[in-house]
């Protein structure tokens, strides 16, 4: 490939050395290194280095860690080491919202000031930030180099009021979560003189994160009966609680005995599709082309979401043992969790327990001595919705733009390097611990006949006990608002926020309403991603409806056009709606909002543009927009 690099400043020895630490020393001129005699008149290794483009993302990760942003001289130094065109690696680098491809300070604050944030003091913070910090995106000096801050889509902290995400770039680079932020926590966190806040910490965990804390769960299917009763740092700590039985019994039933239990579960994808299972893993284990892949989602994006986090935070071997148990289902040998790179904590217990899986002889080469050749990495995201879709993530996996594929093929037939390929969530694959730990009918007869088992409920905003809360489905609306306290203060409920920003508005009538595919589905609702964002009458809707419209815009991929102008149109028509400047009216407005909606749902390549305008039409449906 001839590359025309463009950089006047070619990449520093920092840059090199950071770029090196993920894909080793250059092996000739051709990739960034001193020439040989013998390549005077040829190249060498060029399809090796292609073949190692997968590695894209992971080298920018690395690179910004050390530097603090990607220079145009390190993005040609990249394209050099894995002989792709310059515009490929900034394509990449500038699609992904927490990768910076301008100057910036080494410590960079994101602020949340999305809904579930925005409902408890978000836009407090922000003004505090900029009286200590100075104005969004301006540089404060700090420790002989600089601060910045800016404001955040969702970072998965929402049972915790206003978060912050602190990416400190250096020698030794941190990334921390601080939920609920303020800035002098936030400064006290930059300087080092903060005191531990783990959120994992055993002063507050079961409280925040289990309905019943001061009782273990008696339910027969529970995903949280480890979350606080367990070491999530201990490999002995989950096995003394039963970890590994249930790889034991997936091994004594089979491949296809434990795609049977899962068949007979009918247990459906948890991350908002609601797929089922057992027809993904049938239609990879069945493919005669190799290998299988199989790809745990937890890039858990929704904004007012965070269960996935909360399972890898507190039970990351249990995860573990599911994507080995999925590889093992699926014919696989190679398994991959992409995790949200908002998710610090989360992600440094994951590969710790991956480690000590493979130490122990749970991942390698005969898992559990059953001949079984099975190993899990760890990929880290770098910000964006997108990739919460099956297809963007597997292209984001390959070192690319996370943009969605034309469907068919699936996945199943041609995923993650062209080949079949399985991809579920964590709450997903922490459910068929529980279904092969019952068995598959057993886990069925729990729940509804359409929507079996459990769960996961994120309660936030204006509830009296946000948190994590677990219920069979079928559970009311009303009883999983009750069971956290009730509306907070005792105010009366203004509206509900079902399945996040993807999801749609309901009002107090729909309390009743069971809370299973099938019941929402026929009120014209969502479970979505389990998002049950509850808003008193004090809350102002409309600004939440704007932060909405503010958020498709921002992460639509660009690819199709429906979604790349739809989501735009949504957001001008919005504000032009809020301020009172209506274009040809306001049926007028409402009637090109509808017009929008319907083309970006039948025309949109993926589910971001389906459902982009669900929640501000029901907003509009519901009355929530005043006197429209």
Not at 384 to 400: D, Q, R, V
Not at 493 to 520: C, I, N, R, W
Request: some cysteine.
């Amino acid at each position: 490939m001839d590359l025309r690099l463009t950089a006047t400043v070619p990449a520093t020895e920092e840059e090199r050395a950071a770029i090196a630490s993920v894909l080793g020393p250059p092996e000739s001129g051709w990739q960034g290194g001193p020439r040989r005699s013998e390549e005077a008149h040829a190249a060498f290794g060029g399809q090796a280095a292609r073949a190692r483009h997968h590695l894209l993302i992971t080298v920018l990760h690395a690179l910004q860690e050390r530097v603090g942003w990607i220079s145009p001289g390190a993005l040609d130094h990249i394209a050099e080491r894995l002989d792709i065109a310059p515009a490929v690696s900034f394509g990449v680098a500038s699609f992904y919202a927490l990768f910076r491809t301008e100057p910036s300070p080494g410590a960079v604050v994101h602020v949340c000031d999305d809904v579930a944030c925005a409902v408890n003091g978000a836009e407090q913070l922000c003004a505090a930030m900029t009286r200590r910090f100075g104005g969004e995106g301006t540089e404060t000096a700090f420790n002989g180099a600089g601060v910045t801050w800016q404001r955040s889509p969702c970072l998965g902290q929402c049972d915790r009021g206003s978060a912050a995400l602190i990416q400190h770039a250096g020698a030794d680079p941190a990334r921390r979560g601080l939920a609920p932020a303020t800035p002098e926590l936030i400064w006290s966190a930059l300087t080092g003189q903060a005191e531990d806040q783990d959120p994992s910490s055993r002063t507050d965990r079961a409280l925040r994160l289990v309905p019943q804390p001061d009782s273990p769960h008696t339910d027969p299917v529970s995903l949280l009966r480890r979350a606080g009763q367990v070491d999530p740092a201990s490999l002995g700590s989950y096995r003394a609680a039963g970890g590994y039985q249930m790889l034991r019994r997936a091994f004594e039933l089979g491949p296809q005995g434990v795609v049977r239990e899962v068949r007979e579960a009918k247990l459906m994808g948890r991350g908002g599709a609601a797929f089922p299972t057992a027809i993904k893993w049938e239609g990879v284990a069945g493919n005669p082309v190799r290998p299988h892949y199989v790809v745990c989602n937890a890039d858990e994006s929704e904004p007012g979401t965070f269960k996935d986090r909360v399972l890898m935070e507190e039970d990351p071997y249990a995860l573990i043992e599911a994507v080995t148990i999925m590889g093992y289902a699926c014919s696989a040998a190679q398994g991959y969790i992409y995790i949200r790179g908002e998710y610090p904590l989360a992600e440094t217990r994951l590969r710790h327990a991956i480690d000590q899986a493979r130490v122990h002889g749970f991942l390698g080469p005969d898992v559990m001595g059953e001949g079984l050749a099975f190993d899990i990495e760890v990929r880290r995201g770098a910000g964006a919705y997108i990739a919460g879709e099956e297809t963007a993530l597997i292209n984001s996996l390959e070192g690319k733009r996370a943009e969605p594929r034309n469907k068919p093929p699936f996945p199943a037939q041609s995923g993650l390097f062209g080949k079949p390929t399985a991809v579920n969530n964590v709450e997903t694959l922490l459910s068929v611990l529980e279904l092969l730990r019952v068995g598959g009918a057993a886990f069925a007869s729990v729940g509804t006949e359409a929507s079996t088992g459990t769960r996961l409920f994120c309660l936030s905003g204006c509830v009296q006990s946000p948190g994590l809360y677990e219920y069979e489905f079928g559970v009311t609306l009303r009883d999983v608002i009750d069971r956290a306290g009730g509306v907070r203060h005792g105010r009366p409920l203004q509206a509900v926020l079902l399945g996040g920003a993807a999801g749609v508005f309901v009002g107090p009538s729909a309390l009743d309403m069971p809370l299973t595919f099938e019941g929402v589905r026929a009120a014209g609702a969502t479970l979505g991603s389990g998002v049950v964002l509850v808003l008193d009458d004090t809350v102002d809707v409309l600004p939440l409806l704007r932060r909405i419209t503010r958020f498709f815009r921002d992460e639509s991929c660009g690819q199709c056009v429906p979604c790349r102008v739809g989501t735009v149109r949504q957001e001008e028509l919005v504000a032009r709606l809020l301020s009172g400047d209506p274009l040809g009216g306001v049926a007028a407005e409402l009637a090109l909002l509808d017009e929008i909606g319907m083309v970006t749902r039948d025309a949109s390549i993926c589910g971001l543009g389906q459902t982009a305008l669900s929640a501000v039409q029901s907003a509009v449906k519901l009355g929530l927009i005043g006197s429209l």
